[in-house]
């Protein structure tokens, strides 16, 4: 799968596709219904299936500090793209100046000028330009014009309402990991890097893989019963602390896993954490001593969990 950031590294040959736009946060079950009509319509057309999206997100550039947390990083984004046939992505940066396009300009610049789109596949709520003044009928009347044909995908529903980013962010702020991941089709998970962090685990008896999420704020957080691939031939289960750490004055959000039964060093891997079960809320503990019976008490919660 190719990345390309911004139009002014697309090259003359990688003009003309299948594409859709949008900022795909989760790739959840409503995506990928998106994702494979684009798979099977570029197929068809003997194009690449091309995804057009954004980086910061609209509403990272709109609210900055105050966005919602996000679901996937750009990077896990593309891996989960990769399994629904997506060719290349072409990355925008959102702007100023992008966000002040009118659609019409928009249609013009990017999707025919810069892309030369032939085919584009949107939601039916797709809201695009300057105000999100455009729409789906905004782009049929341009692809008339312009001689690209578009499609719109219906809402994509589980139980009584649509499958969205927000509906999977709200189950996760309550714990429910359960309805997120059948929202998302899998478990819900974040990636990151292992790097070495104050060892304060290893004085507690827990050594633990510390993963930096580089995000404003995290969509889950607690403590969790979770696996861990990217370090064996098989997931490695473990337990996992999303937080600040207020017992030991932490300032910043980090993710740390303990494995269990695995002792290999793994510094510098690129993991991917899948939370199964949430176990407790993050809280501030009288002593270190108080904390380490709770690390105990959790670690056999999850175990339990695991052998059930």
Request: aromatic share 10%; hydrophobic share 40%; with cysteine.
């Amino acid at each position: 799968m190719q990345l390309v950031r911004g139009l002014y590294n697309l090259r003359p040959d990688q003009r003309g596709c299948v594409a859709t736009i949008g900022n795909f946060d989760g790739v959840h079950r409503g995506h990928q219904a998106v994702l494979g009509q684009l798979r099977r319509q570029a197929e068809h057309m003997q194009l690449p299936a091309t995804l057009i999206t954004f980086e910061p997100l609209p509403r990272e550039f709109f609210m900055p500090g105050d966005a919602p947390p996000r679901l996937t990083r750009l990077r896990e984004k593309l891996l989960a793209m990769r399994q629904y046939g997506v060719e290349r992505v072409v990355c925008l940066r959102f702007n100023r100046h992008l966000a002040g396009l009118s659609p019409e300009v928009f249609i013009r610049e990017i999707l025919v000028e810069g892309m030369d789109v032939r085919y584009l596949v949107v939601g039916d709520d797709f809201r695009f330009g300057e105000h999100r003044a455009g729409n789906f009928a905004t782009l049929q009347a341009a692809g008339a014009r312009y001689g690209f044909e578009v499609a719109s995908m219906h809402t994509f529903r589980f139980g009584d309402d649509r499958v969205s980013s927000t509906r999977v962010r709200d189950a996760l702020s309550h714990g429910d990991l359960l309805t997120a991941s059948l929202l998302l089709g899998r478990p819900y998970a974040m990636s990151g890097r292992v790097a070495h962090g104050d060892k304060r685990g290893r004085t507690l008896g827990f050594p633990t893989a510390n993963v930096y999420l580089h995000r404003a704020s995290s969509p889950v957080a607690g403590v969790f019963a979770v696996e861990v691939e990217g370090i064996a031939g098989a997931p490695v289960a473990g337990v996992a602390n999303v937080g600040s750490r207020p017992t030991v004055d932490g300032t910043r959000t980090l993710l740390e896993v303990h494995l269990f039964d695995y002792t290999n060093d793994i510094y510098g891997r690129y993991v991917q954490v899948s939370f199964l079960k949430k176990l407790r809320d993050e809280r501030r503990f009288a002593s270190v001593d108080a904390l380490r019976e709770q690390i105990h008490a959790d670690a056999a919660h999850a175990r339990d969990f695991f052998r059930r």
